[in-house]
């Protein structure tokens, strides 16, 4: 049992070569050859993470010292032939007791198992709160002991530092030297964090240092003129300000978000270009399309975020051309500058896709919450926005280097992922990384309980019934977490929460810094938190004995996502590890969602029907309206991914 489990667990994950995009009948075959490979990871190897487990209590009775020549033996397995299978159960043994001595846990056995599976080159599906920080360290430590360099990756930096503080006595003890990347982290700093054994660092900061890199380096450096440059010692002119030493192998937390959602948008390193005419220009578009009227001069498609400008608007457009400089004035450039506007004030929203703080406009990430620090919209969008808001606009920017997600991580020689939820998009997993994803249960039955889902007329009507059942477990002494889906959502209901007393906080995309010190107290008896969606990632909220008596946490949605696997990421902060907990959705026909997404007949039935006909209706729609926005959002990424292969082709081609 144990060598099947490891025959089939072997050399799953394998980097994926930088070919020509696959189409037609080919997509079908690797979506195929994906499930046929996911059957073939059914079969948990429970026996190997046991005997793991029980190698790992042996060593319990070591000495110190005993114990660091028993490390010393498994990194030096690990240097010699990393794959082999007792090569990698020593190692797992070894970090297991590691941990124990220095951080004071016991990885439990499905832990191992996705260990095991990270060490496979897999997608380990992990449910929330079953310690994914912990059960990295495993497949770190043998990667690390490799001396080669591992990248540990999650979604923020906030979450990197806490994860490689958490970890380091671990990592420390088995001889393996740990770095962090943040923000703030100064070039030298950041060569030493990714000269480490181990490197803790958000994908933004992996990707943007990889494209920094790309500009500080030689576009195709040849083997004599490296040599050159050593003997000479001129290779300083852009060696020293390289900090990456290449993508050898990398394990991404919460990888549906790093790998899918953060996919929909490319990477781009953009260099400040001149004003010009752009800024002039764009005032007087703004100033027109303030006065134009959908249906009339323009139609906007919110599904598909487009904007078309009618007859009436292409005429209206040809009157005001000798107002706009010259460069814009003719109708194609000022056509271009009229979209910008419109798609400026009427798709992008203050409080959704954007806030503003400190006079800059700051873009939201809509799959997390969380704000995009140095993201600017390109083609004069971001400058667009901010003329709407009545800021000054910044100089526009050019393209000086760009990846997909999907390009850059396929560059890993050795590539693995976790995360609550990955389930549902195992098909682009497989066929853009090659990663399988493996299902791991839960170490504890889940106690979380999910109520049927309450529909609404009006938005207004289920924030205040989502608002008043917020404070009937805030009496009860539950603890609530109320989810929102924008900035501009938390906001209100936070308004509504004021007015009836109950005291809460909030968590959203302007409030970020106060992250850690709200969700320490969201698990507190009756603690209410408002919350977008960045409350879903990488942090456990833990109840308080008081709170776990009342019924455990509460998470109350106000909103369907464009995805399930998103709902379910909420839902996920509720019944962890086997506490008791309570799931409510509160949904509306105004929400984004069904009115973006929904088939109007759907639409129509859901306001014209009532009772038990109405609920069954409003169920179909929700189901149609999701299954359709994340079609939508597979084929963006698709785009994307496709774009940037044929991109890095041409490139390839024409440096020949």
Known sequence: MLATGTRLWRGLGRPLARTAPTKGLDVLGERLLGRLRQRHLRGLPWARARAIIAAAQGLASHSEAAFDERIQAARAMAMMRRDD????????????????????????????????????GCCAELA????????????????GWTGRGVHVITVNDYLARRDAQTTSPAYHRLGISVGVV?????????????????????????????????????????????????LLGTGGQWAGRVVQRGQNAAIIDEADSVLIDEAVTPAIISLPGEAGELTAGLRIASAIAASWQEGREYVSDQRLRTITLTPEGHASLAEHASDLPPFWAGPRRSEELLVQALTARVLHRLGEDYVVTDGKVMIVDRSTGRILPGRQWQLGLHQAVEVKEGLEPTAPTHVAARSSYQGFFQ???????????????????????????????THKPVARRVT?????????????????????????GRPVLLG????????????????????????????????????????????????????GRGTDIRLSAKARDAGGLVVIATERHDEARVDRQLAGRAGRQGDPGVVEVFASLEDRLVTQNGLSPLRWLARHTRGSIRTLVCRVLWWQSQAAATRKWATIRDQVAQADAWLSMAMHDTSR
């Open 85 to 120: 299978a007792e090569t990698v159960d020593l190692a797992f043994a070894v970090a297991y007791e590691a941990i124990r001595r220095e951080i004071g846990l016991k990885l439990h056995e499905e832990q191992v198992l996705g260990a095991l599976a990270l060490a496979s």
């Open 128 to 143: 929330t709160g079953e310690g994914k920080t912990v059960t990295a360290i495993l497949p770190a430590a043998l990667e």
């Open 182 to 230: 943040q923000e703030s982290t100064t070039p030298d700093g950041r060569i030493k964090a990714y000269a480490a054994d181990v490197t803790y660092a958000s994908d933004k900061q992996v990707i943007f240092d990889h494209l920094r890199d790309r500009l500080a380096a030689p576009a195709s450096p040849r083997l004599s003129g490296l040599l050159l440059d050593g």
């Open 411 to 441: 560059r890993y020689a050795r590539l693995a992922g976790m995360s609550g939820t990955a389930r549902e998009v195992a098909d682009e997993l497989w066929r853009w990384y090659r990663l399988p994803v493996v299902a791991v249960p």
């Open 452 to 476: 049927p889902d309450r529909f609404f007329a009006t938005q207004a009507e289920k924030l205040e019934a989502a608002a008043s059942r917020a404070a009937e477990h805030h009496r009860a």
């Open 484 to 535: 929102a889906w924008s900035v501009t959502t938390s906001e209100s209901v936070s308004d509504l929460l004021t007015r009836a007393g109950v005291d809460h906080r909030v968590l959203n995309a302007v409030r970020e810094d106060e992250e850690a010190a709200i969700v320490e107290r969201a698990g507190d008896e009756g603690a209410v938190t408002v919350a977008t969606n960045m409350a």
